[in-house]
């Protein structure tokens, strides 16, 4: 399983951003695709998480109602699928590492279910 996040850049406060990550080296049916982020300092923390058969969201509560999770599968090419995270009202406090990880099962929002993670692209949001 190979993930690559992308996306990452310097904002201002109340912008937007959207980041992506690349999954690709086997189906991912029943399988669970997350972010989390590690702030300067801080311990890496749950973001989002979404179930790739039925799309089952899940949030941290500092960010729902401002982030969006989904996912796209792509048909022609099933080998590599997107799992995005639309940052809407972005705040300094969303300023970190966002890694994009999968699971095979477990809890969404626990850190020790997923096996597999990608490098993370840095969030800056500030005046």
């Known amino acids: 399983v190979q993930l690559q996040a992308s996306g990452g850049g310097l904002v201002q406060p109340g912008d937007s951003l959207t980041l992506t990550c690349a999954a690709s080296?086997?189906?991912?049916?029943?399988?669970?695709m997350g972010w989390f982020r590690q702030a300067p300092g801080k311990e890496r923390e749950f973001v989002a998480a979404?179930?790739?058969?039925?799309?089952?969201?899940?949030?941290?509560?500092?960010v729902k109602g401002r982030f969006t999770i989904s996912r796209i599968h792509h048909l022609q090419n099933g080998a590599r699928n997107t799992v995005t995270l639309q940052m809407n009202d972005l705040k300094p406090e969303d300023t970190a590492d966002y890694y994009c990880a999968a699971a095979r099962a477990g809890t969404a929002s626990s850190q020790s279910s997923y096996g597999f993670w990608g490098q993370g692209t840095l969030v800056t949001v500030s005046s």
């Open positions: 080296g086997r189906t991912f049916t029943n399988w669970k």
């Open positions: 979404i179930t790739w058969n039925l799309a089952t969201t899940y949030y941290a509560d500092s």
